[in-house]
């Protein structure tokens, strides 16, 4: 019998232009057509090529009505422009997507949804940030999305939480004992050379020192991306601490290395935020370099079907 290259259409066939394979696939008795793949955002390829771009430099107004309720959210020590949130939001997302945020502060992500029609959900270990962002919604007028109080490691106990899929995980987690240990330089910020933890408690990431954190937070993300959609992403914003003798502090890499253990998130690249309203401070003047750090790491990962 004469064999035939099934990659290629048959030489008898006059009904169709199909391979020996799409053949076979297309006489099944049963035919999934399945969910056709959903378009990641709605943004044009314009903005889509904008959005790519290395350097998302924005210099958003902290004070007047302009500056998304900053009064209010400044008693965070580091809250995120809601603007900013939006952009990130409206390309990881779909119009009126779920969005998550285990680490969610006085509600930078959360103001983000609301801006831009999406629903979001967040978790905080802290009831008077919770407090500050429901008053930060309010003053915009903005709907008041769920933020659970809680360690985020019990992110799963949440049926709010459980009983959907999400199509991004988007957080700001805080930073290796970054504000409750004295920095070199930095410090000056707050005046009195004593940082402001984010809160007391044990179990914030903020109090633990490197190691720790980056098993903490990849302990934590994995539970996280449980409930993401495969093909959703991850987004974490991180900040490089200044170095020390015994380490870079790279901190965005060491935060790659360690994610990139979490066997189905697969790491796509960053992008830089360039805050241009951040103060410059100068930091080791007259005697050595030390850099102000004006920009934050905008780290993306993608979630992966498991290997079956
Ligand atoms: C960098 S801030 C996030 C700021 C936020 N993006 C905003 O716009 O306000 C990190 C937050 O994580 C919270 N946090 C620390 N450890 C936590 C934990 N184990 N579970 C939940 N939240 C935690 C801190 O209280 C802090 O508010």
Not at 195 to 215: S, V
Not at 238 to 255: G, I, R, Y
Request: proline share 9%.
């Amino acid at each position: 019998m004469t064999k035939f290259d099934k990659s290629k259409p048959h030489p008898r066939n006059q009904l169709n232009q199909l391979t020996g394979r799409e053949w076979l696939y297309a006489t099944r008795s049963v035919i999934l057509s399945g969910t056709p793949a959903e378009p990641l955002n709605d943004l044009s390829p314009e903005e889509w090529s904008a959005w790519a771009a290395p350097v998302l430099t924005t210099s958003f107004p902290t004070r007047g009505p302009a500056s998304a309720a900053h009064a209010i959210r400044r008693a965070h020590p580091s809250p995120k422009p809601p603007q900013l949130m939006a952009e990130v939001i409206q390309f990881f997302s779909q119009p009126h997507g779920w969005v998550l945020d285990p680490f969610a502060g006085v509600g930078g992500t959360l103001l983000g949804c609301a801006l831009t029609e999406r629903n979001g959900i967040g978790i905080e270990l802290s009831a008077d940030y919770i407090d500050i962002y429901q008053q930060a919604a309010a003053e915009l007028e903005l709907p008041t999305l769920p933020l659970l109080h809680g360690d985020a490691r019990t992110c799963l106990q949440h049926p709010e939480i459980t009983s959907r899929t999400f199509d991004a995980v988007i957080t700001d987690p805080p930073y290796a004992s970054m504000l409750s240990r004295e920095r070199t330089g930095e410090r000056r910020k707050r005046g009195n050379g004593a940082a402001t933890p984010f809160t007391n408690n044990p179990a914030d990431l903020g109090n633990l020192e490197l190691g720790d954190f980056l098993d903490a937070l990849r302990a934590i993300l994995a539970l996280a991306i449980q409930p993401l959609r495969v093909g959703g992403h991850l987004v974490v914003f991180v900040k490089d601490l200044q170095p020390t003798p015994e380490h870079h502090n790279m901190l965005h890499a060491d935060v790659v290395n360690s994610l990139m253990q979490l066997p189905n998130l697969r790491y796509r690249g960053y992008r830089i935020w360039y805050d241009q309203s951040a103060l410059l401070y100068p930091f080791g003047y007259p005697y050595a370099f030390v850099a102000n750090q004006v920009h934050q790491f905008i780290l993306v990962f993608q979630k992966q079907a498991e290997d079956v």
